[in-house]
């Protein structure tokens, strides 16, 4: 699909203390299929995050795949690690190894580059490519980047383009936000089996345990495929900066990467003005259906 991140780096190139952390990422793999944590889908992954405190202390954490009878819960290695980590006053990511059992199988799913993110850019993400366990070395700010296309202003998009952006922007306040105060819609314009177009709208939805809150492109795709309308062919969604990095949650991405990696996306910000964009460009080497 997309082209793999990082530079690829023999397991013999790297330093001691990397080649520990990708052992130790392989030893919580192991983990997860042992104690059968990924008993829904049989892909043991194993995460080690090499984290320094305020005091400059810095220690290994580890984190495996820890699945659920339902599948919303299912915490991956990648954040798995993060909590082990920051629980312990260890917040200053200095590498990451992420190894899926299964090689090569992918890389940080939009939700764990999301959680990542949160504690820095700078990172050193190590992610093994095969069984000999050379990587691919990138960085987490890599993982989430910004829109390269300049803004365009809404008065220059075509009349039937215009009517979008308002809708969408008028859609806004219909959000439930009292938590995060972001009000956010998106709509998501997608074809059926027939070839049949349709627009679904969504708003964000939040709720008082903040996990269980719904962004507004993950409620309009939701609706899509409830009504049979799986081909994605464009997805609005209203930014707070169209040109920042991370305009979308990694989540988002993720449910839209379900659809297939090809529609562009809109992110249209305060003023109207739009910046058109790709789930390539949002989410770089993205781990989706052919990662399993
Ligand atoms: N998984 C991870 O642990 N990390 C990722 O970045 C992608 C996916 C897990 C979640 C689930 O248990 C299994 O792999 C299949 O997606």
Not at 210 to 227: D, I, K, N
Not at 251 to 256: A, K, N
Request: aromatic letters at 6%; proline letters at 5%.
């Amino acid at each position: 699909m997309s082209k793999p991140l990082g530079i690829f780096t023999e397991f013999n190139d790297l330093s001691a203390t990397e080649q520990e952390l990708v052992r130790l990422a392989w030893k919580a793999a192991e983990s997860s299929a042992l104690h059968q944590l990924c008993f829904q889908s049989k892909f043991p992954v194993g995460a080690a995050i090499l984290a320094a405190n305020d005091t400059g202390c810095a220690k290994v954490f580890l984190g495996c795949n820890v699945e659920n009878d339902f599948f919303p819960p299912a915490i991956c290695a990648e954040r798995g690690a993060v909590m082990a980590a920051v629980v312990e006053g260890y917040t200053r990511f200095l590498s990451i190894a992420v190894v899926c059992q299964k090689v090569p199988g992918g890389s940080p799913c939009g939700l764990c580059r999301q959680v990542l993110r949160q504690f820095g850019l700078d990172a050193v993400l190590l992610s093994v490519v095969d069984q000999e366990s050379n990587v691919r070395r990138s960085t987490s700010g890599e993982l989430l980047p910004a829109a390269s296309g300049a803004p365009l202003s809404c008065s220059t998009l075509s009349p039937c383009d215009q009517r979008m952006v308002r809708r969408l922007v008028a859609l806004k306040s219909r959000s439930h936000v009292p938590y995060s105060r972001k009000p956010r819609a998106a709509l998501f314009i997608a074809d059926n089996a027939r070839g049949k177009q349709a627009v679904f709208s969504g708003v964000s939805d939040d709720n008082a345990s903040f996990g269980g809150s719904a962004l507004a492109e993950s409620v309009a795709m939701r609706a899509a495929r409830t009504a049979g309308y799986s081909k994605a062919v464009r997805l609005m969604v209203t930014v707070e900066d169209p040109v920042g990095i991370n305009p979308i949650a990694g989540e988002c991405l993720q449910v839209l990467r379900e659809f297939g990696a090809e529609a562009p996306v809109w992110l249209v910000g305060q003023d109207s003005s739009t910046v058109i964009s790709s789930l390539e460009e949002l989410l770089p080497d993205s781990f989706g259906p052919e990662s399993l």
